[in-house]
């Protein structure tokens, strides 16, 4: 009965009993993601950065009901079996690689690979480091304008315009959310500074 579009599950690796891996392979945030699925949602996950081989298993059981997926160098590296330097193309190639291992049709890994094998990246703003105060919520605000533009039927380098943006200015607070702007804000400030390479 909702009106919502987009179904947020955080964090994997925080939530016990979703964590829970059964003897199909199946983690209890599958069932919960199929059934946001099935309910006409779309279904975005982040993760929290656990090492162990359970973060493998509860990842690519979720990864086939998953439509979006945040998941930093770390954690691709924990659900692959390599580490994986934050570089663009061993990024690309380490998304490339655990899409193969079960991204459903249409889905999306940030760096943005898409399931037809496609993809988009962005860098992230060149924030000086005196603009730095604290990154507690950053990945939160990556994922928020990820989704913002998402909700608004954006492209995917559109909505990584929007997550690195975001990123950039809740960087720039020390608590999690207090620092956050409007998008048009946030988009502002990449414009201002200009972007790394990656």
């Known amino acids: 009965a909702t009106r919502a579009k987009v179904f947020v599950l955080g964090y994997l690796m925080l939530l016990d009993t979703l964590d ?15 059934a946001a699925r099935e309910a006409g949602l779309l279904t975005a996950v982040d993760c929290v950065s656990e090492p162990g081989a359970q ?5 690519l059981s979720a990864l086939r009901e998953t439509d979006i997926l945040f998941i930093n160098e770390f954690e691709i590296g924990q659900a692959i079996g390599r580490e994986v330097p934050c570089e663009r193309e061993a990024m690309v190639a380490a998304a490339m690689e655990l899409a193969a291992l079960g991204l459903r049709e249409g889905g999306q890994i940030a760096v943005v690979v898409t399931g037809d094998g496609s993809a988009v990246t962005q860098a992230s703003v060149a924030l000086p480091d005196a603009e730095i105060v604290g990154a507690t919520g950053a990945g939160d605000a990556f994922a928020s304008g990820y989704l913002l533009g998402t909700h608004a039927g954006a492209d995917a380098g559109s909505c990584l315009l929007d997550a690195v943006c975001a990123a950039a ?28 390479d990656f």
């Open 55 to 59: 973060f493998r298993d509860v990842v």
């Open 20 to 34: 829970r891996v059964d003897a199909d392979g199946q983690a209890g945030a599958a069932v919960v993601l199929r």
């Open 169 to 196: 200015m809740s960087l720039r607070d020390p608590t999690p959310s207090a620092g956050m702007r409007s998008q048009a804000e946030c988009l502002e400030l990449g414009g201002r500074y200009g972007f790394r």
